[in-house]
């Protein structure tokens, strides 16, 4: 029943280990085993265990340092411990240390039923979390397994049930439409109307106009009565999108709308109560745009009751093949053409590839792979990127992930070749000039160069 839990035994003497490996043989569960607790605290840091079974008494550590240390790295795992000589004072100590138990070393049924007791919470809090749902890599349309974009998945679930404001922040193409549907077709307002209303598509009086309507009469050619969009929407949803476009003499108006739940159409000298939810997107950062005296504070308080940050494509770059197969999947199909594949170099070009277009960007550039394509397997060639964009040596490298002088080197060959290779467009090609104006030697200009096959 347990049989997926990941148990380390750190062995110490030979009862306590008899006395685990039965109970560990009643609840079905099979350990890795240690004999050093030295050993089991490297394990401790490098692996996630979901208990650990140990002794009071070892060679080289206590079962309070081994509880310790498991609960610093590893808050998550359940620690049980075994004492030869059990006392009350070890007993409260162990427990307020956060021990999931303490078992006599040679009772049998207390220690099974101790495992049982953990693996059975375990289970009920791995069947509970989000995070193991098999619709994991997907939520409304929404394609992506990092830690984000999954974070963004239960912060969708979270605030979809309520009508409170949600603003929405991330560069052009991130999702910020898809993310704000997602909310509406998982809240209660799902049967009424989703509607989306682009404030940097619109000049400011016709805006207005759209989205509180006007009476007849308002304007020259206004013959009839207008319903704007907010009333549209009525029980329903609206996204402002681009909102940071909206004049501040707009952005007034709606806070007012927003304050009161209700609006007043162009022309009109009545209000209308309106129940809509508001969400919002930008593309820019709104707070900076307050503090420039762009946006109004106001508004943006009113606004950001949730905030959902799209990080852009290049910093979650481990969605990048979910995304290529969901896309490959979607325009093979919309094309009739066969369903294709991606190969391990095309694959490689596009995890190398900055996209500042984001996933809009490499939704493009699927499609046109699978139109380049002859065969099956989309190859490096039939991917189209904008070589102006591609990533840069220090980009495609985790740098974080190097030793400092291993990554220092990176950035300076990095370095190397832009400074040498515009400083030898600038002066013509000719050394002795690039030599004056960098004073660099012409033979460490000549060594750079030739290093990174510059003309
Ligand atoms: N995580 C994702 N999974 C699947 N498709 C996505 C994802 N993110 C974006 N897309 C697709 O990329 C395109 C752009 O997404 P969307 O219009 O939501 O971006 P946006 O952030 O609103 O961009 P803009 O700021 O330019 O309006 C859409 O076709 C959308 O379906
Ligand atoms: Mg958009």
């Known amino acids: 029943m347990f049989g997926g839990a990941v148990v380390l035994l750190v062995r110490a ?102 495992l049982r007791a953990v693996l059975a919470k375990r289970a009920l809090a791995s ?27 239960q912060l969708i679930r979270k605030v979809a049930p309520s009508t409170a404001p949600v603003l929405i922040q991330g560069e052009s193409g991130t999702g910020k ?41 308002a304007f020259t050619g206004a013959q009839t009565d207008k319903m704007g969009l907010l009333e549209s929407a009525d029980g329903g949803s609206v996204l402002l999108d681009e909102i940071g476009s909206m004049s501040k003499q707009l952005q007034s108006k709606l806070l007012r ?3 009161e739940g209700e609006i007043m159409p162009v022309g009109s000298t009545e209000r209308v109560k309106v129940d809509v939810r508001f969400l919002a997107a930008s593309n820019r950062d709104l707070w900076e745009m307050v503090l420039s005296d762009e946006f109004r504070k106001e508004l943006y308080y009113r606004l950001n009751v949730i905030e959902i940050d799209v990080p852009p494509l290049r910093d979650r770059k481990e969605d990048i093949p979910l995304l290529t197969e969901h896309f490959l999947r979607k325009h093979c199909g919309d094309l009739g053409v066969q369903q294709k594949s ?25 499609r046109r792979a699978i139109i380049l394509s002859k065969g099956p397997v ?16 220090s980009e495609r490298a985790d740098l974080l992930s190097m030793p400092y002088h291993k990554a220092k080197g990176v950035v300076e060959r990095e370095f190397q070749k832009a400074y040498v290779s515009r400083l030898l467009s600038r002066s013509g090609g000719k050394m002795k000039e690039a ?18 096959g510059l003309k």
Request: aromatic residues 6%; neutral net charge.
């Open 342 to 366: 991606v190969g391990k170099a095309a694959l490689r070009k596009l995890l190398g590839h900055r996209w500042p277009g984001n996933v809009r960007e490499l939704e493009n550039v699927i």
């Open 13 to 114: 003497s030979a009862s306590g280990a008899t006395l685990a490996a039965r109970a560990l043989d009643a609840v079905g569960v099979k350990a890795r085993k240690v004999a050093v607790p030295a050993e089991a605290l490297e394990l401790i840091r490098g692996d996630d265990f979901d208990v650990i079974i140990g002794e009071m008494k070892m060679d080289e550590a206590t079962g309070l340092e081994l509880l310790k240390i498991a609960k610093t790295f590893r808050p998550e795992t359940d620690v049980v411990l075994l004492d030869r000589s059990p006392s009350v004072g070890a007993a409260v100590r162990v427990l307020s240390q956060g021990a999931s138990g303490y078992v006599t070393e040679d009772n049998f049924d207390a220690l099974a039923s101790s």
């Open 257 to 259: 709308a927003m304050e």
């Open 435 to 452: 030599a004056q104006r960098s004073g660099l030697s012409r033979q460490s200009i000549h060594q750079i160069a030739k290093r990174h």
């Open 127 to 153: 069947y509970d979390s989000p995070a193991r749902e098999p619709e994991d890599s997907s939520f409304g349309g929404i394609v992506g397994a990092s830690d984000c974009v999954r974070g963004i998945f």
């Open 378 to 393: 989309i190859l490096a060639r039939d991917v189209q990127l904008q070589r102006s964009f591609s990533a840069s040596a």
């Open 177 to 217: 439409e898809l993310i704000a549907r997602a909310i509406h077709d998982n809240s209660p307002r799902r049967d009424r109307r989703f509607l989306a209303i682009n404030s940097a598509s619109l000049p400011e009086t016709l805006l207005e106009s759209e989205l509180f309507g006007y009476r007849r009469g």
